[in-house]
């Protein structure tokens, strides 16, 4: 072999080498150093029980409002909440009923006497109450979210004991029946009636008007398409046996409402505000008059 041949072979043998070096050099970096470097990331990542914990509280953290618990309470109001075959039925329950649809909450109201449904739409997280008169003295107890029904607040006598009252003074000389904790009682508290004197509470509307039909109160102090209700109910006619003496204009002139707890978050109150106000703008809250929004 001549000496040009012997340099090429020797050229091309330091060349084969040399790529042969960097192949080495090059599966390290792609191999050996790829799974070193996996190696490392498995020591710094959690271990899989870790993720699956991380995984649950993530889910539980991002749970829609819909799967949040929320407690519906309420009385027994007719005609605006009542329970019927079982089922809680009435004007402002088929409102509260709609929106929490379209918020997309699902949960189950509770009727109890009105007194326990306050304190509870008082005291506890996550609490709707509805059918609640909105007055000066609840304005910062509760977060409301809308009307649900109008209304409108009288001081009623039994026709044949008519009691003829100028001013809200004037009443304080009777006996009132009232509800205990309602905006009724709580009103007239206010204004200077006192139990011993004036105020006899029950916590039934129903058994008011038994009262003042029985005699054993002068006046009932109710929302008179409350009053109405009842003594239809009760095989009676309103307009031969009551007389609406005064009007409260005072009281929840501005209708009954749907109200949280002050412990609800603010995302669950606005996403039922938000709800209402669709319902409303489309024409789809019950009980809305065509055309109006």
């Known amino acids: 072999m001549g000496a040009a041949m012997r340099r090429r072979v020797s050229r091309r043998s330091h060349i084969g080498w040399s790529g042969m070096h960097d192949v080495e050099t090059m599966l ?7 799974a070193q470097r996996g190696r490392d990331q498995a020591r710094r990542q959690p271990s899989r029980w870790t993720r699956r914990l991380a995984a649950v509280v993530l889910a539980a953290w991002l749970l829609p409002a819909s799967a949040q618990s929320i407690r519906v309470v309420t009385e027994e ?8 075959d079982g089922v809680v039925s009435g004007v402002s329950t088929a409102v509260v009923r709609a929106v929490l649809a379209e918020a997309g909450l699902d949960a189950q109201i509770q009727l109890m006497p009105w007194a326990r449904a306050y304190e509870l739409a008082l005291h506890t997280e996550n609490v709707l109450i509805y059918s609640i008169a909105r007055s000066p003295a609840r304005e910062d107890l509760f977060k409301w979210v809308a009307q649900v029904a109008p209304s409108a607040w009288f001081l009623y006598s039994y026709r044949g004991r008519d009691v003829p009252l100028k001013t809200l003074e004037d009443a304080k000389r009777y006996r009132i029946a009232t509800v205990y904790q309602d905006v ?26 038994e009262k003042l039909k ?3 109160v002068d006046l009932w102090i109710v929302n008179g398409v409350v009053a109405d209700y009842l003594v239809r109910e009760a095989g009676d006619d309103p307009d031969t046996q009551l007389k609406a003496e005064l009007k409260l204009d005072e009281i929840a002139s501005n209708g009954l409402y749907m109200a949280f707890s002050l412990a609800t978050p603010d995302a669950v109150v606005e996403r039922c505000r938000q709800a209402f106000e669709r319902l409303r703008r489309t024409g789809r809250l019950p009980g809305q008059k065509p055309g109006s929004s």
């Open 28 to 34: 390290r970096r792609i191999g050996f150093d790829r």
């Open 214 to 216: 029985q005699g054993r």
């Open 77 to 84: 109001y007719p005609p605006y909440n009542f329970t019927k």
């Open 184 to 209: 009724g009682e709580q009103f007239l508290l206010g204004n200077g009636f006192d139990r011993e004197h004036s105020i006899q509470s029950s916590n039934r509307y129903a058994y008011n008007y």
